[in-house]
Structures are given as C-alpha cells and as structure tokens.
C-alpha cells in the first residue's frame, strides 16, 4: 500500500533550537531511501507504507538516542486505492485550479 | 518502545456520515487487544510500536475494503525514555495542577 | 459558526513535564465558558467559532506569561452545516455501530 | 502576536477531488494578503495571529457556500517569543545541520 504522509517531530526536554534533531530525520528518511520534501513544519514522504512507518519509527529511536528523553510528533497520512498520485501530483492539482 | 498515540480516521468519498468507519477501527483496535479510549474528536492507543501502527495500517486496509476510495488521518504520538506514563497519569498529572 | 475542536498545546524550552501548562490552558477554557472534555492526548472543545479561537489565543499568551519561550499546537477544527452535533453525539454515533 | 501555521484543510461529503476546495482556500489566503508556502499536504502561513486566523475561518466559510456540508481541519500553530523566524528560516536552519 502506497502512503504519503507529512511528519513532523517535536522532541521535548532539549530546549527551544530543534533544528539538529530535524536534520537527523532528514539523514534517517534518506538512508531509507525514502522520497521526501522538507517545508517550513514539517516533511512531505512518499512510499510503501511499511517502509516509510519503520522510518517514523527509526527517528524516534534517534531522538531519544540524541538525548531527548521525550518526543510528541504529528502526522497525516494519506492513502488512496483509486489512483496513484505523487507529491507533485497532489500540488499541481491544486495550481491548475488557481 | 511504548508509545501513546491519538488516532483520527477520516475516511473520503463516502459521504458526510463516518461513525461506520470509525467503529470498524474500533473493532480492529479491540481485535488487536489494545487499551483504547474514544473521545469526539479521535480515539487515545497505549501499547507497543509495533503492535500499535500495525493496527493503524489495518484501519487504512479495512475503511478501503468498506469501500473509501481515499482516507486522510491524522496521528499524534508520543513516546518517551524517563519514565512510564498511562493514559490515566496524563489526564491525572493535569488535574492535579488544576 | 458552530465548531468542534480538538487542541492539543505543547510548550518548547520548559523541560519534559508540561502538565502545569495543561492544566493553565483548561482554566483559559473554564474561564471562556466553553464545554471541554480533557483526554490523554489533547481536549475537545465545542462552541462558537470566535469564542473558541480566542480562548485558543489566549492559552498561547498565558503559557508564554508562563515563562514558555516557544508553543507548538496542532488543532482539528470540525464545521457542518447539514446539522448539529454535540461532542456526545458524536461518540454515541460511533458506540451505536459497534 | 507573530505566529506561523500549517493548514490542511478537508471538506466532505463532496468526493474525493479536493482541490477545487483548496484552491480557493489559497485565494482566500492571497486576497488576505498573508505569506503562504502550499506543499503536498497543506499550506505553511506566516503572519499576525488575528490575520490568520481570520482566514482559516474565512475558509470554512467559503468551502461551505461551494457546497461541502462538512469541513475537517488540521492546524499546527507555533508562536515563539524568544525571536523572529520565519518560513525560510525555520528550513534553512534545518538544511545548516545536513
């Protein structure tokens, strides 16, 4: 099952400067080899659900690693069986009626 | 690793009324043997990671074998590493300060 | 415009234990006179449009008064206009389908 | 109060096409004259609090008079009064830690 969804991971206990803990998402959602594009709060992804949960997962791993002893985190997650449509697809479709 | 999440399923193309869809997930969280609690905007899940999104993962599957096209959800989650924190020590942590 | 929302209010730069917050934000709440219900994970709010999002305001001010030099929220915000629903009817909606 | 948002917001009951829904919700945003950033699941919004809110609602509103009896949303919502920092800067400090 294909997913796209929008993470974005707020660790706790580390202060007001979250920015290094973000940038070690970034480096875990590559290593993964997962399709993904950073705005201003939060990271669009796109791939097979399970590999892109074990991602989700992995950057909590990290965070606490990194030493934050708690993590909040939202996601949407989007799931369609009538068509394939991409990150691209989706924002385009919302141009071409603007 | 625990996790505590808040799991709101909006299934798309079905039409306004979606308390169908949602009690289905309810019986997947119940078949899944996770502590559950619904509110009206989402249900609270205590348990494992793993055994927590492969209930979330069955949710999308179920709501798309009742026949939604799309679905669009939204998670909230939490882990943490200091401590052990149930459902009810979050509600009692805040009432106490009230 | 009648509203449902669920806000869940996370205050940066303050350690891990964000209860004391919580529990200002449900004051703000009592105070504006609004029906909340407190879960694990957020609080569900119903009123009208303007009184709802002022108290949401207004938690933001009191928890950076708090001492908070940073606030992340995620709200969901539900609007119809088919017909009027309570935070209970939506639960019993759901229980009647299980 | 500065604050800076994610918008995404969902109307039902109309099929599973939203984007006429959302481009108009952009329009919405451009004639308030906020700052916006659309990716492929919401809108990143920058500017002062009762602007933006005003908008947020003035997209329920409009949504409603295009025909969806139902509108879901999901908002994150950050405030911070330690410093200015904006849309660009919040990835940007991101992109300094790759």
């Known amino acids: 099952m294909k997913v796209m969804i929008d993470l974005c991971v707020v ?4 202060g007001v400067s979250l920015s290094p803990y973000i940038a070690a998402c970034q480096k875990v959602l590559e290593e993964a080899g997962l399709k993904t594009a950073l705005h201003s709060y939060g990271t669009n992804i796109e791939g097979e659900w399970d590999e892109v949960f074990a991602a ?7 965070i606490h690693q990194m030493g934050a002893p708690r993590v909040t ?4 997650v989007g799931t369609r069986t009538d068509r394939l449509q991409s990150m691209e697809d989706k924002i385009n479709s919302v141009k071409a009626k603007m």
């Open 73 to 76: 985190t939202t996601i949407k």
């Open 56 to 62: 989700v997962k992995r950057c909590h791993e990290v």
């Open 11 to 14: 660790p706790l206990g580390v």
